[in-house]
């Protein structure tokens, strides 16, 4: 079974101080960029390698807005990403802001960057927005997830 991004106890988050250290990975009680910061990392690793582990990210409640095309589930999402016409992409991240979202302890992400995909020589410009919610056990699940190329 693949670890839930939120698996703290097993993800490793690496620190700037020290290029060998590493701690585990953040709770729903550090700051917020920190949480930001690391699931992105998680996330986009996660999809430019095996779309397929992202379903323990998403509950059967969670939505996907895909270029406009709404898709509810996990197992749907997943389904979705992992029949995108390309195999292999990698992501750049430019920018990553996220906020607190409410008192049950959620919060917004929005991503800005850019998508390589094999074979082509220029990058797509996307912006991705991700509402995380808390779970008893401390951890998040993507809840809302909306995706855009940018196109100039």
Do not use: W
């Not at 701690?23 to 996660?46: C, G, I, K, L, Q």
Request: proline share 7%; hydrophobic share 35%; net charge negative.
């Amino acid at each position: 079974m693949t670890p839930s991004l939120f698996q703290f106890s097993t993800y490793l988050l690496y620190t700037h101080k020290n290029p060998f250290s590493y701690y585990p990975f953040p709770t729903a009680e550090m700051n917020p960029d920190t949480v930001a910061t690391a699931f992105v990392e998680h996330y986009y690793s996660t999809f430019d390698t095996n779309r397929a582990g992202l379903a323990s990210l998403y509950q059967e409640s969670s939505m996907l807005t895909f270029e406009g095309q709404k898709i509810q589930g996990s197992s749907n999402i997943v389904a979705k990403l992992t029949s995108l016409p390309f195999q292999q992409c990698k992501h750049s991240i430019t920018t990553v802001d996220c906020q607190p979202s409410g008192p049950s302890g959620g919060m917004l992400v929005f991503v800005s960057g850019n998508l390589q995909l094999a074979g082509e020589q220029h990058a797509l410009k996307f912006s991705q927005m991700f509402h995380l919610m808390p779970t008893p056990q401390s951890n998040f699940y993507v809840l809302n997830d909306i995706f855009r190329l940018n196109y100039a």
